[in-house]
């Protein structure tokens, strides 16, 4: 795991509850996601990981 996330995460997985480890590590790339490409809190899931991930649609090459 990466380091920054894992404190909370690797502790609802040595306690076995795989659901929130994985729901909690989705909201933290979520997070570095929108953080590294300057979007603000209104984009969400598919739609932010579109925008970012789209450099030709946001001026980037």
Known sequence: MH???EGALRTYYDLGDYETAC???TKAV???VRNAA???NSHLGVSLMRKA???HQNGRT
Do not use: I, N
């Open 3 to 5: 380091p920054k996330p």
């Open 23 to 25: 729901s909690a590590a």
């Open 30 to 32: 979520e997070v570095a």
């Open 38 to 40: 300057g979007h603000d």
């Open 53 to 55: 991930f789209a450099p």
